[in-house]
């Protein structure tokens, strides 16, 4: 069966400082990867999406993500991150039958 | 602009309370879902739809029903509330024919069973 781990349930970042937040997937063929972000009281909002192609996704907001397939990670980064990124950030999997499988999340935290 | 709605979007009940959550999207898609999130959990698979009277179980489906009888809803009904349901509950929906299609998430209902 498919699964996500995002190891890190928090991360705490300076503003202006590069972000890394890390996934790990399972799934027998080519996966279909999403990361999306959730801020405080909303719903979530897809920052990219890797199904084909080149390895490095670039995504809204000033994300990018890189599947490597040998690691079976799809880790998301940032160059600079803005007070405003504050957020939980999921990364998910899909499944067959067009679900998601979602890991527990990783709520990052913007510090001045 | 297309969107999904929830409501309401906080409810308080009491154990053994049937509880109806809305879900209403005008994106026109095939496929909607629901989700409980929990934390260290992320969002876990409650039900889903592939169309109008289609409905399918989810990883955590127990006390919880869904109806489709048009593309727009799909409510969630939880027949009998329990305290262990006390969740925030999302709903989404997506086109169908692939699994690499985006879903679009609904604000979320807070509920809280006493």
């Known amino acids: 069966a498919q699964s996500v781990t995002q190891p890190d349930i928090h991360i705490t970042v300076s503003e202006g400082a590069s972000l890394e937040l890390r996934c790990n997937y399972s799934?027998?063929?080519?996966?279909?990867l999403f990361w999306y972000v959730q801020s405080p009281g909303q719903g979530l909002q897809l920052l990219l999406k890797?199904?084909?192609?080149?390895?490095l996704v670039q995504g809204i907001k000033g994300f990018e993500a890189e599947f490597k397939r040998s690691q079976s990670s799809f880790n998301l980064r940032k160059p600079s991150v803005h007070w405003s990124d504050a957020a939980e950030y999921f990364c998910?999997?899909?499944?067959?039958?067009?679900?998601?499988?979602f890991g527990a999340g990783t709520i990052l935290r913007v510090k001045s | 602009d297309a969107e999904i709605t929830q409501s309401p979007r906080h409810k308080i009940t009491e154990t053994g309370r049937q509880v109806t959550l809305a879900c209403h999207q005008t994106?026109?898609?095939?496929?909607m879902f629901w989700y409980r999130q929990d934390l260290g959990h992320g969002l876990r698979l409650i039900h889903y739809?592939?169309?109008?009277?289609?409905?399918n179980k989810g990883e955590v489906s127990d006390g919880y029903s869904v109806s489709r009888s048009n593309t727009e809803d799909l409510p969630l009904t939880l027949e009998s509330a329990a305290s262990s349901q006390t969740s925030v509950y999302f709903c989404?929906?997506?086109?169908?024919?692939?699994?690499?299609?985006?879903?679009?998430f609904g604000p979320g209902t807070r509920l809280t069973v006493l």
């Open positions: 989404a929906s997506s086109e169908g024919g692939a699994s690499y299609n985006e879903q679009f």
């Open positions: 799934y027998g063929a080519t996966p279909y």
């Open positions: 890797y199904f084909s192609g080149d390895t």
């Open positions: 998910a999997v899909g499944a067959y039958g067009n679900k998601l499988v």
């Open positions: 994106w026109n898609h095939n496929n």
């Open positions: 739809s592939y169309g109008v009277q289609d409905t």
